[in-house]
């Protein structure tokens, strides 16, 4: 068995053929007319520009944590300064999954714009390839990188002992702290970047000049179809990518505990590979979905997008019973605790049905027409203010099934499996990360693509395929964010539970004055970080806006152009000769550049405080209040942090589908509402304040609970608390025909018996408060019970 670990990264390099063989066949689609290739061009630059930026600046951060890691790990038993290459690796692997995405939707947008000019199923297949090359892309890149990594170190330090996996195991977590770093940096940057030109194109082009969204006379246009790749496309690769490789990383710490059980003896590796696999196989049954995306003219393209991700789905169930029940025993004991492989199996089910329960919820408080979106819609008849109440009571009520169907979750999965099942819930929700990511960046690509159709003014017929394949994109998108979220936060909290056994902590005693104080900060940590990213959209967007308000009034073409477009009510087919000649005048004559340029400086400048925050904040904690403070402080962060991101998340949906109702044509107490209403334009504000919420600080959050946790498992070692001095406080030991007696307080007794053949410990530890007798037993192997034996000898 042990001879399948160098078949995995075979499985990513068939990921990454697929991918170059999709992505070769979005470039050999026509482009189009000469504009739309101009307005593409100019979307490209925008995006690359960015992304150049980002990692320049990035690169010196990477560099900077690299060498802090050289000298870590070289200090530590069991780490190396390995440790920093696998940071480097997993930094470079996150970078270039979204420079994978950022490339290859700026190729789609054009191409699904001139595919949707002849046929919507052809527009369809366009974008869902760019998705796919996107998707498939990130799975690939991450198994190679593990795998490939944990082949290395194995043949370097061996994993025939418990103490050669550990190293490796801590070694190889640093690729999980660079994917985590550069995605939180790439989330939050993409952020502020997507929503500082949305913000301005909407307010002064919607709100003020009274211009259709991505109407060319408008500057900051560009600059808002920039925004969509390098948030929702390169921002949204990261982070999957970022939870795709912790839940891999944190349920391979967790399986070590098993290596040595007799149970396992035919396959020592099982429990640590198995994530492994099961990533690898999705890989394959994502492929695998992709064929079976397609939709004719007329048909609906959300039942085309469910049909190749159920299927993927069922496929990956049943892979899923194979291999654990191959990896696994079918039944073995740890610490008094019965597992079996079909308790396993069933922890993966239960993530993969709470991933899609809080999708579909998500898309209930979200989606177009349901019943919390058309209230939003009503309560904007009296207002921008009651929308905007509207919709925050919206987001703070979605929080509660999602919350219940994780902790549901959480309930099951430990009962199937303990922490490991956990841990295992979250692979089985990220298996199929890659159609799941392909769905994704399909809607962006879509979004693009409508954008470029009203920039080049092209037939109404095609706007409207495009508007189509956007309205399920704004579906798909709500539904990711969900998974999204509800896979952080099982992924959070494997990586808690891999740090608690890194360092040595059984349970935190919320009694505790420092525990408690971790738990009040953390639990302050979103807030003030959706702070930081809040503002900094507020800061770009008015930046922006001062631009945009500049060109309409300084740029004599724009202005003109303008005053015909509100002569006509936007119906340029009813302007005269002489006004369409002053309105195409203003053709090309925007700025675009220096609005593009405003959201890149703002973002870069922007993203590196909120970043800081998340990755020194656990290890001043850490060093300074030890590591039970610091589980407080996860435990913390992790609660809030989940529902920030759902109330967020949800909110800014419901806002922006609330808008889109009302563009479509609404009747509110018996009066049509439509564009340009005052009922529209309560809900553009609505969407722009919850702009920041979907698109910003609620994403970022998901990064944010698992880059602290992630910090938190790479500094363990360090940190982690010595088992005998710890657990029992004993005060004295003496060994007494094999039994070692020691009691630390007048109420608590500990009595530890020691096999020195089988090197097993069982501590019976019994409690008497106010008169009433508890009685706990561990069991201790290994090396633990090896450093028991030699202080007995001392």
């Not at 039942?303 to 079918?330: H, R």
Request: a negative charge; aromatic letters at 6%.
């Amino acid at each position: 068995m042990e001879s399948l670990i160098y078949l995995l990264p075979l499985a990513g390099v068939v990921g990454l053929v697929f991918m170059f063989y999709k992505s070769a066949w979005v470039s050999k689609q026509e482009v189009g007319t000469e504009k739309m290739a101009i307005i593409a061009k100019h979307i490209s630059d925008g995006a690359l520009a960015f992304l150049k930026a980002e990692y320049k600046v990035l690169s010196v951060f990477v560099i900077a944590v690299a060498v802090l890691l050289v000298f870590k790990g070289n200090s530590e038993e069991n780490s190396s300064g390995l440790v920093a290459l696998s940071f480097v690796v997993g930094a470079l692997m996150s970078a270039l999954a979204g420079y994978i995405g950022m490339r290859i939707a700026t190729k789609a947008n054009v191409r699904t714009t001139n595919a949707a000019r002849t046929s919507l199923n052809k527009a369809l297949e366009v974008a869902f390839s760019g998705g796919a090359v996107m998707g498939i892309g990130v799975v690939s890149l991450g198994v190679i990188g593990l795998s490939v990594l944990f082949l290395i170190y194995s043949n370097i330090y061996g994993v025939d002992d418990k103490d050669g996996l550990a190293t490796v195991l801590n070694i190889i977590s640093g690729f999980s702290l660079g994917a985590s770093s550069i995605a939180l940096f790439a989330r939050v940057g993409g952020g502020i970047y997507t929503k500082a030109a949305d913000v301005g194109a909407d307010l002064v082009g919607k709100v003020e000049a009274g211009i259709p969204e991505d109407h060319p006379l408008n500057p900051a246009t560009i600059a808002d179809n920039v925004g969509d790749n390098v948030g929702d496309v390169a921002g949204m690769g990261a982070d999957l990518f970022e939870s795709f490789v912790g839940s891999i990383i944190a349920t391979m710490v967790l399986g070590a505990v098993f290596f040595n059980l007799d149970a396992f003896a035919e396959f020592k590796l099982g429990a640590v590979i198995l994530p492994l696999a099961l990533a690898a196989t999705g890989i394959i049954t994502s492929i695998i979905g992709t064929f079976f995306v397609k939709v004719k003219d007329g048909g609906n393209p959300q039942t085309a997008l469910n049909v190749g991700e159920y299927l993927s789905s069922a496929i990956m169930v049943v892979a899923s019973y194979f291999l654990i029940t191959n990896f696994l025993p079918e039944a073995w004991s740890f610490n008094g605790v019965e597992f079996t492989s079909m308790g396993v199996f069933l922890a993966t089910i239960v993530g993969l049905v709470a991933g899609l329960g809080v999708g579909m919820i998500t898309e209930y408080y979200t989606g177009t027409g349901t019943k919390p979106v058309t209230g939003i819609v009503n309560q904007s008849a009296t207002g921008a203010a009651t929308n905007i109440i509207a919709g925050l009571g919206v987001g703070m009520m979605s929080t509660a099934i999602p919350i219940l169907l994780i902790a549901a979750a959480i309930i099951l999965s430990f009962h199937f499996a303990g922490l490991y099942g956990i841990a295992i819930a979250a692979v089985g929700m990220l298996a199929n990360t890659g159609i799941q990511l392909a769905v994704d960046a399909y809607g962006p690509i879509s979004d693009n693509a409508g954008g470029i159709a009203e920039m080049a003014e092209l037939p109404k017929e095609v706007r409207e395929k495009t508007d189509k394949l956007d309205a399920v994109g704004n579906t798909t998108a709500a539904i990711g964010k969900g998974f999204a979220i509800a896979s952080a936060a099982l992924t959070a909290l494997a990586l808690f539970s891999a740090f608690m056994q890194q360092a040595n902590i059984n349970s935190i005693d919320i009694s505790k004055s420092t525990v408690m104080a971790g738990l009040f900060v953390g639990g302050m940590l979103p807030f003030v970080f959706s702070a930081l990213s809040m503002g900094a959209v507020g800061r770009a967007a008015m930046a922006m806006i001062e631009e945009v308000r500049r060109q309409f009034k300084d740029i004599p073409e724009l202005k003109n152009a303008l005053e015909v477009m509100r002569k006509y009510d936007s119906d340029m087919s009813k302007a005269t000769p002489e006004d369409r000649a002053i309105f195409d005048k203003a053709d090309g004559v925007a700025e675009y550049d220096k609005c593009v340029a405003i959201s890149t400086e703002a973002s870069i400048k922007e993203m590196v405080l909120p970043g800081l925050l998340a990755i020194v904040t656990p290890v001043l904690v850490g060093f300074i209040g030890g590591a039970e403070m610091l589980g407080g402080l996860l435990a913390g962060v992790t609660v809030t942090g989940v529902l920030m991101a759902i109330f967020q998340s949800n909110a800014g949906g419901a806002w922006d589908n609330a808008k889109k109702m009302i563009e479509e044509g609404v009747t509110v107490n018996g009066v049509e509402y439509g564009k340009g209403s005052d009922l529209h334009k309560a809900a553009v504000v609505g969407d722009t304040v919850g702009d920041p919420f979907k698109d910003t600080s609620g994403p970022s959050l998901n990064i944010l609970l698992k880059l602290m946790s992630v910090v938190a498992l790479v500094i363990a070692p360090s940190i982690a608390l010595n088992l005998e001095a710890h657990n029992e406080k004993t005060v004295t030991i003496e060994l007494q025909g094999g039994i070692q007696t020691a009691t630390n307080e007048v109420s608590k007794e500990v009595k530890v018996i020691i096999d020195k053949e089988e090197k097993k410990a069982t501590i019976t530890t019994t409690t008497i408060v106010d008169g009433e007798e508890k009685v706990e037993t561990k069991i201790l192997e290994g090396k633990d019970v090896e450093e028991l034996i030699k202080k007995e000898k001392q």
